[in-house]
């Protein structure tokens, strides 16, 4: 069916470590979109993939999209404080379809 | 520019009563679409509107319904409320495009008792 899955569910780490969410669908998406949601706030636009095998970077997050278009990554080299919040991953299965969203990875970080 | 507003902001329901929410989309979109958000989970699509119809819907029952006006706002309504209806309720709004991103409003807090 359509859904998609994201690990893990909770990353702790300490400020400038390296942070790595996945994102996995059992069938191929037409694209997905990452989120930002602070604590408290609503989901944020980060970016859309739409190639297979596509990397997109933005200054210290990178996000790509497998070869296979089933997968996902996003990762963000040397974290700050203002990186914490959950981030979602969200992928669309037919063009024009709806945008079904994964359960996220909740990240803290440590000053 | 306004971005997406809801409202209220807050809401406490008793079981079986009915609740309205409304939602104005960002200046230029003409398309929303309503996701409910249990605490610690991700958005569950409910459905979206555009053209004064309901065009794609989510995994919900009939107690969910919408409605969206020729000014492109749009209302979820929901009935006989359940305590698995406590959630956060997310307005998204985007313009026709296919696949185009949502801009989210800040969303109805509902707490059913």
């Known amino acids: 069916g359509q859904q998609v899955m994201q690990i893990p569910q909770y990353q702790h780490v300490q400020e400038g470590e390296d942070f790595t969410t996945y994102c996995n669908s059992s069938t191929t998406l037409s694209n997905i979109q990452w989120y930002k949601q602070r604590p408290g706030g609503h989901p944020v636009f980060l970016i859309q993939l739409v190639k297979s095998g596509e990397v997109k970077k933005q200054k210290r997050l990178t996000f790509q999209f497998g070869e296979a278009k089933k997968n996902s990554s996003l990762h963000i080299t040397a974290t700050q404080t203002t990186d914490v919040g959950t981030y979602f991953c969200?992928?669309?299965?037919?063009?024009?379809?709806?945008?079904?969203f994964g359960q996220g990875t909740e990240l803290s970080v440590k000053p | 520019d306004a971005g997406v507003t809801q409202s209220p902001t807050h809401l406490i329901k008793t079981r079986g009563q009915q609740v309205t929410l409304r939602c104005s989309p960002k200046s230029g979109h003409d398309t929303v679409s309503w996701y409910q958000q249990a605490l610690g989970q991700g958005p569950q699509f409910i459905f979206q509107y555009y053209e004064e119809e309901e065009r794609q819907r989510g995994n919900f029952p009939d107690r969910f319904s919408g409605h969206q006006f020729p000014n492109y706002s749009s209302e979820l309504n929901v009935n006989a409320l359940l305590l698995g209806d406590s959630a956060l309720y997310l307005c998204?709004?985007?313009?026709?495009?296919?696949?185009?991103?949502?801009?989210f409003g800040n969303g109805t807090r509902l707490t059913v008792t």
């Open positions: 969200a992928g669309i299965y037919n063009q024009g379809g709806k945008l079904i």
């Open positions: 998204a709004s985007s313009p026709r495009a296919a696949n185009s991103p949502l801009h």
